[in-house]
Every structure is written in structure tokens, then in C-alpha cells.
């Protein structure tokens, strides 16, 4: 195999590979009554690591209250990931969150 075509297999691989990472968890108290789940997710897509807002976190709020109308959301897990394109240059930020309606 020649240098140069060993050089571009590798330059190629770098680019179109990507990397996941976890940023943060967090969960609330879980309650004894797990009857009625509810799931949101988000995401945003990041071009050269400038962000000039989050509010595309708000949507994830709703979206969950709308599942639970006249009820009260409880055990929340929220996760944080990162998913890195092109050697960082891209990065899809995505949030999730997962509950618990409870109508009292």
C-alpha cells in the first residue's frame, strides 16, 4: 500500500468517525407509583463549538407536562449527551428526560 493512499484512509476514517459522551445525569425521587411513563427528547445540531442559545431545552419542559395534563411529573431522569462529527467540528448536543405521571 502506498504512503499516500495509507494517508487518506486514515484522513478519511478521522473525519467521518464520531465520538458519544455522556455529560451529566441527574435523577429525582422516584415515586411509588409508576403506572404512567412519560419520555421528551431534544436536540440541537453545533457547528465550530458556537451555540448562541439553549432554548431548545424549553421544548423538553412541555413536552412532558403535555403528556401529564391535571397530573404531577415525578422520578425525572434527565441526560446530557454529546455526539462529536468530523473531528469536533459538528457536535449534535441532545437531551432526554424520562418521568413518571402521577394525578393525584
Do not use: W
Not at 27 to 48: D, G, M, N, Y
Not at 61 to 80: M, Y
Not at 88 to 98: E, H, I, Y
Request: proline share 2%.
Amino acid at each position: 500500500m502506498k504512503f499516500s493512499t495509507l494517508l487518506k484512509t486514515i484522513v478519511t476514517t478521522g473525519l467521518i468517525s464520531s465520538c458519544v459522551s455522556l455529560q451529566s445525569v441527574s435523577l429525582t425521587q422516584i415515586p411509588q407509583q409508576r403506572s404512567h411513563p412519560v419520555k421528551a427528547e431534544t436536540s440541537k445540531f453545533i457547528i465550530f463549538f458556537l451555540s448562541f442559545d439553549n432554548d431548545y431545552v424549553d421544548k423538553l419542559n412541555e413536552d412532558l407536562k403535555d403528556q401529564c395534563r391535571g397530573g404531577k411529573v415525578q422520578g425525572i431522569l434527565t441526560k446530557d449527551e454529546v455526539t462529536n462529527y468530523f473531528l469536533g467540528f459538528v457536535m449534535k448536543r441532545s437531551v432526554s428526560a424520562n418521568g413518571y405521571c402521577n394525578k393525584a
